[in-house]
């Protein structure tokens, strides 16, 4: 479950290793993965901070691709992962990303975001 305040790891190779959630545009107490949210990022990678997509100390939407909370699809199968992870986005909800480093889950395939996958290692069913 992510709230105001959280951090978020990032797994793709724009350049960003850690962010901070600073606000959520639903009015959902918390989110999970398949939503986005607006984010600072907080910690740069150290060998890619002169080539990076991304600046920090800079707002940027957020989608979250990995929660740590239970999250039951329509199959009724649960999925919960270790940590939280999420994906720097641009102004038109285009990643920065060229790879992302994880599987997703199968939530992915019916979003607007079907090319993660692609660019991801795969699904999680």
Not at 1 to 10: A, D, G, N, P, Q
Not at 40 to 46: A, C, G
Not at 59 to 73: D, F, M, V
């Amino acid at each position: 479950m992510i709230y105001k305040e959280s951090t978020l790891k990032v797994m793709d190779n724009s350049g960003a290793r850690i962010i901070k959630c600073i606000d959520t545009l639903s009015k959902k107490k918390y989110q999970t993965y398949g939503t986005i949210i607006k984010g600072v990022i907080t910690h740069l990678r150290w060998k890619r901070r002169k080539y990076s997509k991304v600046k920090r100390k800079s707002k940027y939407q957020i989608l979250i691709l990995h929660s740590h909370s239970n999250k039951k699809s329509k199959t009724l199968y649960q999925t919960k992962f270790t940590q939280n992870y999420g994906l720097p986005l641009s102004i038109q909800n285009k990643p920065y990303a060229t790879r992302i480093k994880a599987k997703l889950p199968q939530q992915f395939r019916f979003s607007k975001f079907f090319k993660l996958i692609t660019i991801s290692g795969g699904l999680i069913f």
